[in-house]
Structure formats: C-alpha cells, structure tokens
C-alpha cells in the first residue's frame, strides 16, 4: 500500500509517503506564510526520491484542521487536486485528533492546544481505548481559562501538546495551578508520518471520501468573514 499525507494547518507544514509499512516524511520551514510555495516542491521532492508518482498512490490523506483557515486551504486544495487527477480517494484526520496519536502507547489524558489567538484555543481531551486515542470530549474552540477549569477536574496525568503549549504552559501551571501537567513541546504540530500512519492503520477517527466531497474542520468562522458579517 501506497499513500501520500500531508497536513498544512499550522506553521509548519509536513508531507510523508507511507510505502508498505515504511514512512518517510518531510517539514517546510517553520513558517505559515510559505506554505503556498513551499508545499509542493517538498512534495515532488519527496515523490521524487522515492521514485514514485502522484497516480502510483493507493489513496491520499490530509489534515483537515482546525488550526490556520489558509493554511488548511492550501493542503486541502493541493490533495484534492492531486487526488481528483489520480482518480483515487481521500482519507482525512483533524488536526487534534493526529496531535494525539502521535502517542503509541497510554500516556495519561492528553490535551492538544492550537493557538486560535485572543485566548481562544482549538482542543478535545483524549483517552487512550487500547488501540490508539480517542476524543471523549466534543473539538471546541474556547478560551484559555475555560480549559483551564475543564483540566482542574480531571484526575492523573494530563500531557499538553500542540503549538498553542508554549503560550499558555505559564499559566495553566501557575496562575491556574492544574496539577499534574506534563508538557510535550516536541509534539508542536501535526505530522504526515502520524497521519499517514492512522490512514494506513484504518483507525475510526479517519473520515474517507472523494476529491469532491472532502472538506475542511472549521471550529470557527474565519476573522475575514467576522468582520465582513459585521
């Protein structure tokens, strides 16, 4: 089995081929403002030295969101793209869902934060079921303080990750005092290798479909159409 991932939600964008059980990937820079030129050289590249093509793919796979509107954009239009010209189908993941299973075994709770800016947060708390995690709360947007309340009544190991950790580490272990935080900062953003691993895997969080019919995960309305509402 052959597939190509990729996930362009936050500021660093990521590519990996899943090739009969073996994942290779590749990361841009840092830097979100450089996805729509950077995404698909990395993936030629990528496809190149592997000897591969885009229509040698069995499916392809893509990170959904939330996280960056255009961000998301881009590596959705670039899979679909692709996938539509190949005839092959999708198979896509949020963006929460492949932080949280980047973890292979039980951790404890883990919490993935996107930064969704003025406070506010993208995030679901996980339980591991055996196999792989598992949201058991709804993806919400929220402020960094309603989180912070949501942790305080939980109980055991909770392990923060994603790329919104390093804003708020200070205060939920500080000023809000959640005990028991254990802070991932080498888990910041989504990987392909992740999301290629949970397409090739089959696991239930993966929603399958067309070129056509798949969508991005918005948790929000973009700050353009907001303001244009206004």
């Known amino acids: 089995m052959k597939i190509l991932a990729i996930d362009t939600s936050c500021e660093q964008a990521s590519c990996a081929l899943y090739i009969e059980g073996e994942i290779v990937e590749k990361k841009s820079p840092v830097d979100k403002r450089r996805h729509s030129s950077s995404l698909m050289p990395m993936v030629s590249d990528l496809l190149a030295e592997n000897s591969l093509t885009a229509g040698d793919m069995d499916f392809f796979a893509v990170g959904s969101g939330p996280g960056s509107f255009t961000g998301i954009r881009i590596g ?71 989180l912070s309340e949501i942790l305080a009544e939980k109980d055991g190991p909770i392990v923060i990750c994603g790329d919104a950790l390093e ?64």
Not at 182 to 196: C, I, Q, R
């Open 76 to 146: 959705m239009s670039a899979v679909k793209g692709m996938a539509f010209a190949a005839g092959k189908s999708i198979h896509s993941a949020k963006s929460l869902d492949i932080l949280a299973n980047r973890y292979k075994a039980p951790v404890g709770i883990v919490c993935p934060m996107i930064d969704a800016r003025n406070r506010q947060v993208y995030t679901a708390l996980y339980k591991w079921n055996g196999d792989f995690y598992e949201p058991e709360t709804d993806y919400i947007g929220i402020s960094i303080e309603k």
């Open 167 to 230: 804003k708020y580490q200070e205060f939920l272990t500080a000023e809000a005092g959640i005990i028991g935080i254990e802070s991932d900062s080498s888990n910041k953003y989504p990987s392909a290798a992740v999301l290629a691993d949970m397409a090739a895997r089959g696991i239930e969080l993966i929603d399958k479909g067309s070129a056509s019919a798949t969508l991005p995960f918005y948790l929000r309305e973009s700050q353009a159409k907001r303001l244009y509402d206004r």
